[in-house]
């Protein structure tokens, strides 16, 4: 068995070919990131070690956001009643509740403006009538998208928290890339899709790295693997 099997977790397998290329995916498992710790010091702990020449690094948002003081708890949270309303009409999907709870609607609208989470409503209800889905986040955008609400698989204490988007994921990216010596990505990935949200020089495409992470091979539950490496494979 490679070594490097002990990195895979259950159910996701560790290569996978996009476009010709063999990329090998290498989960690393952390201790829980709170807003005590320092993403780059967090980083050079799991993943230098691991990193080789070529390699690049895809940090979960939510560990991003989590270390800039984003986990926001639900008990501080006091959604309006548009909050209540527009909550009801969001469709709830297995990668998690989305804006479909009162407390992250509220934030949705605090993170975007009353006025472009309407337009973005509005938007999406055209949308359905004419069978298309997705319109409602093309509107509202990342902020919008990277939130995350408390499922029954959320790992605690982030069960009773709502985590917003990470702010300046590009930038930070960038700051890491230049601890580790190779390329990063911070990534909003679910087993619904995956969206890029920062990178550095050095990492792959985003249209790559979405094909790369396409079955979310970090996982979403209690796998606790927040960041991971792409590395191409050339056994």
Excluded at 224 to 229: D, E, F, R, Y
Aim: proline share 6%; net charge positive.
């Amino acid at each position: 068995m490679n070594n490097d099997q002990k990195f895979v977790n259950p159910g996701k397998n560790q290569s996978v070919v996009v476009d010709g290329i063999s990329y090998r995916r290498l989960c690393i498992k952390t201790h829980v990131i709170t807003n005590k710790d320092n993403i780059i010091e967090v980083c050079e702990k799991y993943a230098k070690p691991l990193a080789k020449a070529g390699d690049t690094l895809v940090i979960s948002e939510k560990a991003v956001a989590c270390t800039q003081g984003r986990a926001i708890p639900l008990a501080d949270i006091k959604p309006r009643k548009l909050a209540h309303f527009l909550s009801k009409y969001v469709k709830k999907t297995s990668a998690g509740i989305g804006l479909g709870m009162p407390e992250t609607m509220e934030m949705a609208l605090r993170e975007c403006g009353t006025l472009r989470i309407l337009f973005a409503a509005a938007v999406s209800v055209v949308g359905k009538l004419l069978g298309k889905n997705g319109w409602f986040y093309t509107v509202a955008g990342d902020r919008a998208r990277s939130i995350d609400g408390p499922c029954h698989y959320t790992l605690p204490p982030y069960n009773k928290y709502v985590v917003l988007g990470p702010q300046n994921p590009a930038k930070t990216a960038n700051e890491i890339s230049a601890k580790l010596g190779i390329g990063v990505a911070i990534i909003d990935a679910n087993d619904l899709g995956c969206v890029i949200l920062g990178s550095s020089k050095g990492a792959p495409s985003d249209e790559t790295l979405c094909k790369i992470l396409k079955d979310n091979p970090l996982g979403q539950t209690n796998e606790q693997t927040p960041m991971g490496i792409i590395r191409v494979d050339k056994e």
